[in-house]
């Protein structure tokens, strides 16, 4: 018998792409999808452990405040679990160790970036590398990009995605990397995984709005070295049904929204074999 | 001890919020600087080691990859003026919160013992050739408010870095001890009125005289004693009962008895507009729908209730947030959107929010002549507005799916700011209903959420006032989005545990409003103030009871339940605090710590305000007839139509704008070919796995309004249905919500025009009552703001009379939805609809400098029998395209549909259906009401023509290919051929900033 997927999608103190990030889980063939606040996690009620794939939504953890996602990280590295020794932390650190897939959207690949776990060169989770600043435009917008997938790559959630058509909703998404061999590494690597591209999906572009934000080489989504680590800023549980897509009342479109395939890929990896 | 951290960005990284900052000292100033800077401050109070600063600094305070930190110096260098602004005491610092939580959680969590505080300011650091006066513009004019922020301004010579700037530590300092004043009422009626001014009660004699005679009465007094009060009123009291009387809560004009007459002779008593047109009309809605009836619960909860299907329903409800958006644009806005979320949320048990719409109205952003006293630059009142919207509605997750922004320099004095918000609630909790609220006595009184400060006081009676010198600056709030997030996520929770009763939120008045509404239920309540929870110590009980501090609701909780409730708020990291129980005393009785400070009748409070008599006088306004000529070249006037900022692209305010969150949109506020047409109207999908819609429309045009405001409001209602009607809606079940912003309309010394503006009143009342009635569409909640208006000295400010009409519609399968872009050459198009020369207030007339006399009138029978035609052939899939007529007439529609779809057209004005017009220019710009310009296939002609049979409607050409926009006059000659990019571009081109 196939393995069970367990999904979590974590919510609490801002994040609100829940609810689509967990239906795109369940569109996905998850078995078993919840949508868990820190909360029980922190008093134990809920594990990381019981759960094979963990979605970081987006939102506005702490307001971003400090800089997008700054004090949510500050949370998941200090912040224990009551009536017991572990921290939070060990719990995130087990469920990589162990192979687990982690898909960081948005607010939640602010998240993971800000934390280390991405693009965590040589499995060091814990070292920021990278970051994700404010738009070249001083502004926060909601607008669709073009995106180019690239296939040499060992991320698992695009694997036979070639191009994606998503929204960006946000103000501070414009990748960078410390410095230059960070970023060709990351190209080296097959790290980089999406970038913002002219309307054919094919070449990444420099130019706004086709590049909303500035990021450094048109980067929108990178993955750690396993591949099953992830995280964009293009939303893909934004366009599960034909009807999200901007143009859907002027084009032919499938039923299924392009989104879906990143939740589809994932949990099909955990049934594999591979997994 | 106070130490400073500061946090800068590195050499070489960009700062885009320093070159946004550059961009808009040119810009708004049009003073030339090179480079603008930011860094961020912050002022940390309690005893923090070194180790432990440069921890903070390096861990959640700064970026490590591109910034840079500094803990006692300063970071600035190479600069002319640096410019440091920070909050004014006891403003709210949502990022200082933030801080302080990150750093605590850093330092071991607040058990640790030690309690800190962090402050937080900005610095610009700026370079270019500008003197100590510029910078003071700077600073005054756009980085600080002055009435929330203070500023520091050094020059780069008198810069130690060493040094840095001196630690500014903006405490609140409270007086510690606790007073309850006594006021003797016993005063001639001048000093009455004098105690009503100093405080900001916002009474009037006769208010004041009814809570003096109430205070003679022996019956009273005894039972007064029995509690240890005393004969004379305290100062709990008066506030309470000004709070509850303001307009604001009353609605005393609304409520008022009024005589109204017209000069041809009609004269007849209105006993409440409120009762008779607009509950009246929804009460023989209802009625006439018998057991169809969709609506669950109007008129009476901080939300109106719909039906959405057996298992859910829809809330609704619009606010305003004016008064204080005119002194801190951003702070009010913000307020203003984060505090109607709370309407739906506090709505019956509590709705999940679904949608936000905002609409604002606003004086030109390029407003040039010297500004009255007080009044913030429209430019200022419209970037802080949109981004207090922003952050308000991104920030908690809630899409802003539609909107629209009128422009008229009368909105110089107060601008309008109405925000909307939807809710969807499940119909029923284990078993029982959700749309009513049920409390008893002995239910708890818990409050949850924020802290009570010194914001907001006086928020209710300040906005039943016109902006005048004395405006109190407490007025203002900052809204803290995050915080009311983890609030409304816990009570989600707690809803469907059913761990509560009832819930309402803490609005205009404060808990005095929440608590005192709220015990009209059960008949009674006791509350002890000394046990709400403070943000800083020093408020006297009145102002703990007054306070409008945000993201507040209060409960009523079974006290079997309380525990549980109180748990589950704690472990989400939700503050929670019991504050007493509801009674069936008859009164409304509060405490500090065993005394009591108010004691009440009930009945007193709620009922006991005296019904206001006004007179309202109807003379017509005639106005000159227009006389300019037929313009030479109609191709250049249709250009710079496009280009008036009613009629123009909002796209870079609606993509600041989050407005597909929660992942249910349909139809977006831009559509079309390139992503950035004007949508109509939003279709949402509340229920993901669920084709099941909502559509949200609204219709707002004061403009006419300088004739007649039957017909304002008679067009706002129609614009609202036919925007529903024009994305695929239909008439049927469709709810509006009435948002009336007027002028002051009570006849006085301050307003000798007040019978005509009351006139004015009625007649938009009126014109609710017979169009809502015609329609079918019931008012199911709705608010009002009456003193929009500015006086200061010799200078007073009159809006014209406002009416936004929003609604909410059903949709039984969103994937019929209609967009209003050309699809494709070929394709065929009608204009449905009569013209006639309507161009009374008119876009047309104010470019050309007139205003005119025939306003649009709406005929809503014939409209009816059109909009359910035109329904039927959009749900049929006849119809490619379709676009409602509205600012600007047929040819703005005709524009917009091309250009949108990035298709030319080539139409013959000689076919549209039109009566009594012989001037090309009139025909294009008409704004008569109930037409709609279509596209459709052409093979879908016949089935399309029969469909829509036996109303107005012609085919007037057909989309082409080619980027043109060809239009034949109705003497048979091409009167505009125009290159639609460069139509679009005259569109975008105003306000791209």
């Known amino acids: ?275 | 001890m106070v130490n400073r951290i500061e946090v800068g960005f590195r050499k070489g990284v960009r700062d885009a919020m320093g070159e946004k900052v550059r961009r808009r000292i040119i810009e708004n100033l049009h003073l030339d600087v090179e480079d603008v800077r930011t860094v961020d401050v912050y002022t940390i109070e309690g005893n923090l080691r070194k180790r432990e600063l440069t921890a903070a600094a390096r861990g959640p305070l700064s970026d490590p990859i591109i910034q840079r930190h500094a803990v006692n110096r300063g970071l600035a260098e190479g600069f002319d003026w640096l410019i440091e602004v920070g909050f004014r005491p006891g403003v709210t610092d949502n990022v200082g919160k933030t801080a302080r939580e990150a750093i605590e959680l850093l330092l071991g969590g607040r058990r640790g013992g030690r309690s800190i505080n962090v402050y937080t300011s900005r610095q610009y650091i700026i370079r270019g050739g500008i003197g100590r006066e510029e910078a003071e513009r700077i600073a005054s004019g756009l980085l600080a408010n002055d009435l929330i922020e203070h500023y520091d301004i050094v020059s780069g010579r008198d810069w130690n870095p060493a040094k840095g700037m001196p630690a500014h530590v903006p405490r609140v300092m409270g007086e510690d001890d606790i007073r309850v004043e006594e006021i003797d009422l016993r005063v001639s009626e001048g000093e009455l009125l004098e105690i009503s001014n100093r405080r900001v009660l916002a009474l009037s004699l006769g208010e004041m005289e009814a809570i003096r005679d109430y205070f003679r009465s022996e019956a009273v007094l005894q039972e007064r004693r029995a509690f240890g009060l005393g004969e004379r009123i305290t100062d709990v009291e008066l506030e309470s009962l000004a709070q509850t009387w303001s307009e604001h809560c009353k609605h005393k004009i609304f409520n008022s008895r009024i005589a109204y007459a017209e000069e041809a002779g009609q004269s007849i008593v209105i006993d409440s507009l409120f009762d008779t047109f607009i509950k009246g009309s929804t009460r023989e809605i209802r009625e006439k729908m018998g057991d169809e009836d969709w609506c669950l619960s109007v008129f009476v909860d901080n939300a109106g209730v719909i039906k959405f299907n057996e298992d859910h329903n829809l809330v609704f409800k619009v606010e305003t947030h004016n008064s204080p958006s005119a002194l801190d644009p951003y702070g009010g806005a913000l307020t203003g959107i984060v505090g109607v979320n709370r309407d739906p949320f506090g709505t019956g048990k509590g709705a999940r929010l679904i949608f936000n719409t905002d609409v604002f109205c606003f004086a030109t952003p390029f407003y040039d002549r010297p500004l009255p006293k007080r009044i913030l630059h429209p430019r200022r009142i419209y970037e802080g507005v949109r981004e207090g919207v922003e952050h308000g509605g991104n920030k908690s997750g809630i899409p802003t799916v539609n909107g629209c922004i009128v422009f008229d320099d009368r909105f110089l004095g107060k601008p309008l700011v109405y925000c909307g918000t939807g809710g969807i609630m499940p119909a029923r909790l284990d078993g029982e209903p959700t749309h009513t609220k049920d409390i008893r006595a002995g239910d708890v009184i818990v409050m949850t959420g924020g802290r009570i400060g010194k914001d907001g006081i006086h928020g209710a009676t300040f906005s039943s006032e016109e902006l005048h010198e004395g405006s109190p600056v407490t007025a203002v709030q900052i809204g803290d989005p995050i915080t009311q997030k983890k609030m409304t996520d816990f009570l989600l929770v707690a809803r469907d545990r059913n761990l509560y009763r009832a819930i309402t939120d803490n609005g205009a008045g404060g808990l005095s409003s929440s608590v005192g509404e709220m015990a009209r239920l059960p008949g009674g309540c006791e509350i002890d103030l000394q046990k709400a929870p403070l943000k800083y110590a020093g408020l006297q009980p009145w102002e703990i009871l007054l306070s409008e501090a945000q993201e507040r609701m209060t409960l009523a909780v079974d006290p079997r339940k309380v525990d549980a409730f109180i748990i589950l708020a704690e472990k989400m990291g939700v503050e929670a605090t019991v504050l007493g129980r509801f009674t069936d005393s008859g009164k409304f009785h509060v405490l500090y710590g065993e005394k009591t400070v108010a004691c009440l009748d009930m009945a007193f409070l709620h009922d006991g305000v005296p019904q206001l008599e006004l007179r309202a006088t109807w003379a017509a306004p005639c106005h000159e007839e227009p006389g300019f000529p037929v313009p030479a070249d109609p191709g250049k006037a249709l250009k710079t139509m496009l280009s008036r900022l009613n009629i123009c692209s909002k796209e870079s305010v609606v993509r600041q704008y989050d407005h597909e969150v929660q992942g249910g949109s349909v139809v977006k506020p831009l559509v079309g070919a390139m992503n950035d047409g004007p949508g109509d109207a939003a279709v949402i999908r509340p229920l993901l796995d669920s084709f099941e819609g909502i559509v949200v429309a609204n219709g707002i045009c004061p403009r006419y309004s300088d004739i007649d405001t039957y017909h304002m409001a008679a067009c706002a209602i129609d614009e609202a249905v036919r925007n529903t009607i024009a994305v695929g809606g239909s008439l049927g079940r469709i709810a509006g919500l009435d948002n009336f912003c007027w002028c002051d309309p009570v006849q006085s010394e301050k307003t000798p025009d007040g019978e005509y503006k009351l006139a004015q009143l009625v007649r938009a009342n009126q014109a609710l009552y017979d169009y809502t009635r015609a329609y079918g569409v019931p008012c199911i909640s709705g608010k009002d703001s009456m003193k929009n208006d500015y006086q200061i000295e010799d200078t007073k400010i009159s809006i014209p009379p406002t009416l936004l009409f929003s609604t909410i519609g059903k949709m039984d399968d969103v994937r019929k939805a209609m967009t209003m872009d050309a699809k494709a050459a070929g394709h065929l198009i009608y204009v449905l609809g009569d013209t006639y020369p309507e161009l009374g207030g008119s876009e047309w007339f104010a470019m050309n400098g007139w205003v005119g006399n025939e306003v649009p009138k709406v005929d809503a029978e014939r409209a009816k029998k059109l909009y359910s035609a035109l329904s039927r052939a959009i749900d049929a899939g006849v119809v490619a395209s379709c676009h409602d007529c509205s600012d600007g007439g047929l040819a703005v529609a005709l524009a917009e549909t091309a250009f949108s779809g990035g298709f030319g057209m080539a139409v013959d004005l000689a076919c549209v259906p039109a009566q009594n017009i012989d001037r090309d220019d009139y025909l294009l710009f008409s704004e008569s009401q109930s037409r709609f310009v279509v596209t459709i296939a052409p093979e879908a002609k016949d089935v399309f023509e029969s469909m829509l049979q036996g109303n107005t409607f012609a085919e007037i050409g057909e989309v082409l290919v080619e980027p043109v926009f060809i239009v034949k006059g109705m003497g048979g000659e091409k009167i505009i051929e125009e290159d639609i990019y460069a139509l679009k571009e005259a569109w975008q081109k105003p306000l791209r900033f």
């Open chain 1, 1 to 275: 018998m196939a393995r069970k997927v367990r999904s979590i999608v974590l919510t609490g103190n801002g994040t609100n792409c829940e609810r689509e990030m967990a239906h795109a889980c369940r569109l996905a063939g998850s078995d078993e999808v919840d949508i868990v606040h820190i909360s029980e996690l922190l008093y134990g009620e809920k594990r990381l452990d019981d759960y094979e794939f963990l979605n970081l939504p987006g939102g506005f953890l702490d307001g971003d405040d400090l800089g997008s996602a700054k004090a949510g990280a500050n949370r998941l590295i200090h912040a224990g679990i009551r009536e017991s020794s572990e921290k939070l932390s060990d719990q995130f650190f087990r469920f990589i160790r162990d192979g687990k897939l982690v898909l960081g959207v948005c607010n939640g690949f602010q998240l993971m970036v800000k934390l280390g776990l991405l693009p965590a060169f040589d499995g060091d989770y814990l070292k920021q590398t990278a970051t994700l600043t404010f738009n070249d435009s001083g502004r926060f917008e909601d607008r669709w990009v073009y995106l180019n997938i690239l296939r040499d790559t060992p991320c698992v959630f695009t694997r036979d995605i070639e191009r994606m058509y998503l929204p960006v909703r946000h103000g501070e998404g414009k990748f960078v990397a410390k410095n230059r061999s960070v970023l060709r590494r990351l190209h080296l690597q097959g790290q980089v995984v999406v970038r913002y591209s002219d309307a054919k999906c094919l070449d990444a572009v420099m130019e706004y709005p086709l590049n909303p934000n500035g990021a450094t080489d048109a980067v929108a989504g990178i993955c750690d070295e396993t591949g099953r680590l992830f995280g964009l800023m293009p939303h893909p549980e934004a366009y599960l049904h034909r009807t999200n897509h901007p143009r859907w009342t002027r084009e032919n479109l499938p039923e299924e929204g392009m989104g879906l395939a990143v939740f589809r890929n994932a949990v099909d990896f955990i049934r594999s074999p591979e997994f």
